[in-house]
């Protein structure tokens, strides 16, 4: 990326640590979850301010930072980026720890569960114990805050990654506020709202977060529980695909059969999801 301290060239084409990122974009990552956090009480016309979003991640933005040891960039670039870092700066959490140090099992299930939501819509390729920091509250009444998502929004599903996938409130059904808020999510409007703060997601980003956004609402809609949406978008096991993969893999093998567009592909695939979870049953506690 630009301004590498190691001098390592700027390229959109290099895949980040995670499959399904590129090198650079991290930072822009980290903005658009804190963007797409909506709040509960307002979905439409967020403009990213005054309320706290669900899922509570901090406020997040694009800053330009100077100073002279800031200097790597080629010659080509010098004068536009002389001195100068671009990343992203957050809101500083005062929390008692992170996950990785405290028993999960006394976690709040709403907590939990609104960190759920985030993951999965964003397709998460890293969420850890580590950044899922722990708060308490004058009543020593516990918050979860989500941070560190340089790679949600991924170009393809093979590295999705939820800490919580196994954690006892994961098999908890969703609750009603928690249920509403899912239905009215829009991922095109998402993609807009992205796009009005100078991201234009790529096709493949766009089209992971349509599918996510689907399968999360689907799923919610027919009574699943996080464990097991969030299992139909990650894999059991490193080498055997997701079920969100083969039945990508399906609509695309049946897109090629016409020239339909990236709608009808949509369309094609919503069905074959719909079949996916009519064979899954609701979990019940």
């Not at 974009?25 to 979850?33: K, L, P, T």
């Not at 096709?203 to 399968?215: E, F, I």
């Not at 695909?241 to 049946?254: D, M, N, T, V």
């Amino acid at each position: 990326a630009v301004n590498n301290p190691r001098g390592f060239s700027s390229s959109s084409c290099r895949e980040g640590l995670k499959s399904g990122t590129r090198v650079g974009e991290g930072a822009i990552r980290e903005v658009a979850a804190y963007l797409l956090d909506h709040p509960a009480s307002r979905l439409t016309h967020w403009n990213g301010k005054n309320k706290e979003g669900f899922a509570g991640v901090p406020p997040t933005m694009m800053v330009r930072c100077y100073h002279d040891e800031a200097f790597h960039c080629s010659s080509q670039d010098q004068k536009l980026y002389r001195n100068a870092k671009i990343g992203s700066l957050q809101q500083f959490v005062h929390a008692v720890s992170s996950c990785e140090d405290v028993g999960t099992s006394s976690f709040p299930v709403e907590e939990v569960h609104k960190i759920t939501v985030l993951d999965l819509r964003l397709a998460n390729t890293d969420r850890n114990g580590g950044n899922i920091l722990v708060c308490k509250g004058d009543d020593q009444s516990v918050k979860l805050i989500p941070i560190d998502h340089g790679y949600c929004l991924p170009e393809k599903f093979a590295e999705c990654t939820f800490e919580w996938l196994y954690w006892p409130q994961a098999c908890h059904p969703y609750g009603s506020s928690t249920l509403k808020y899912i239905e009215l999510l829009d991922a095109e409007e998402d993609i807009a709202v992205l796009k009005q703060y100078g991201w234009n997601l790529h096709p493949q980003n766009a089209r992971v977060l349509r599918v996510s956004t689907m399968v999360l609402k689907k799923g919610a809609a027919a009574g699943l529980n996080p464990f097991q949406i969030g299992s139909i978008l990650s894999r059991e096991f490193p080498d055997q695909r997701s079920p969100i993969e083969i039945l990508l893999e399906e609509a695309e093998a049946k897109q090629q059969q016409s020239t339909s567009g990236e709608g009808d592909f949509l369309e094609v695939l919503s069905c074959l999801v719909d079949q996916y979870i009519a064979t899954m049953k609701p979990f019940v506690m």
